[in-house]
């Protein structure tokens, strides 16, 4: 019996693989030689690092440079390491991430299954919004949070991220409606099924690949960001991300460079568990729907 032989696009010679393979180890190398620097260095006393040890692995195992970028180090006047300013993030980014996300899915279903006049024309005018830079925005929206009195506030940042955000998630969840069946949202309507049990029911089931991608992109935009939380928060809001920039750029006392590695790293963190956890549907959740038929 004939072995049926696995259908691929591209058939290439033992040779040619090989090449393909060791060209992308070399590549993987080069950009984790950082997060190798970043994490041993993390792991060692301070005056190993000032010794010239940087590249090497560490003789003294420590993890005092954590729990002190955890807890102890000084970044505002109380020497409170990044906890805090962790905890800030998290409730900034988790309610950014899910309203814009939902935001976005409403608006992908009116724009594509609830076509009304203009509606090219307002999907281009959010569009649009995915192009302007973050330094357009700082007057005007620092404004706009002062007269809602969310000035310096967590709240105030996740407005700002939800209104940044909204174009990107509108862009996604709009491209993958546009391919799913309009029929069976006009046989829902003519049953009886009103606008908000279409979507629950029907639209909303089948959107969990392009749901990752809008979650996996807001959340490290947002978490990532620096700009947004060095403009618009205090002390009490302030993010991870300004807070490490605090830390590094203490003028106070000598420069810690393993607990700035070890903050570095845990700032990271997040993001670099969300891409190991669901990093693999991001591109399936970008090409699901791209092909009709």
Not at 11 to 31: D, E, K, M, S, W
């Amino acid at each position: 019996m004939a072995v049926a032989e696995q259908d691929t696009a591209v058939r290439t010679g033992r040779i040619t693989r090989t090449f393909i393979y060791l060209l992308l180890l070399l590549f993987a190398l080069f950009y984790l030689l950082p997060f190798f620097v970043m994490l041993s260095n993390s792991l060692k006393p301070l005056d190993e690092i000032t010794g010239g040890n940087m590249m090497a692995l560490p003789r003294e195992w420590t993890i005092e440079p954590w729990l002190a970028a955890w807890s102890t180090a000084q970044i505002g006047v109380e020497p409170t390491g990044l906890k805090p300013y962790f905890l800030n993030s998290i409730l900034m980014v988790v309610p950014a991430v899910a309203i814009s996300t939902i935001l976005g899915a409403l608006n992908g279903y009116v724009l594509t299954k609830w076509r009304f006049r203009g509606d090219t024309l307002l999907f281009g005018l959010m569009l649009f919004a995915c192009f302007i830079p973050f330094q357009i925005v700082l007057i005007p929206m620092a404004r706009m949070l002062g007269l809602m009195g969310l000035a310096g506030s967590t709240p105030g940042l996740v407005l700002v991220h939800v209104v940044y955000g909204i174009g990107f998630t509108t862009l996604y969840f709009r491209n993958y409606y546009a391919a799913f069946p309009t029929e069976l949202v006009r046989a829902a309507m003519i049953d009886g099924a009103g606008f908000f049990r279409i979507f629950w029911r029907i639209l909303l089931p089948v959107s969990g690949p392009i749901a990752v991608v809008s979650v996996i992109w807001q959340f490290t935009n947002i978490w990532n960001d620096f700009l947004f939380g060095a403009s618009f928060a205090d002390l009490d809001s302030m993010p991870m991300t300004v807070a490490l920039n605090n830390l590094v750029n203490s003028s106070t006392g000598v420069k810690e460079y393993n607990v700035h590695f070890a903050g570095a790293i845990l700032a990271a963190l997040p993001t670099l568990l969300v891409y190991i956890v669901a990093g693999r549907y991001f591109v399936r959740g970008l090409m699901a729907g791209s092909v009709k038929g």
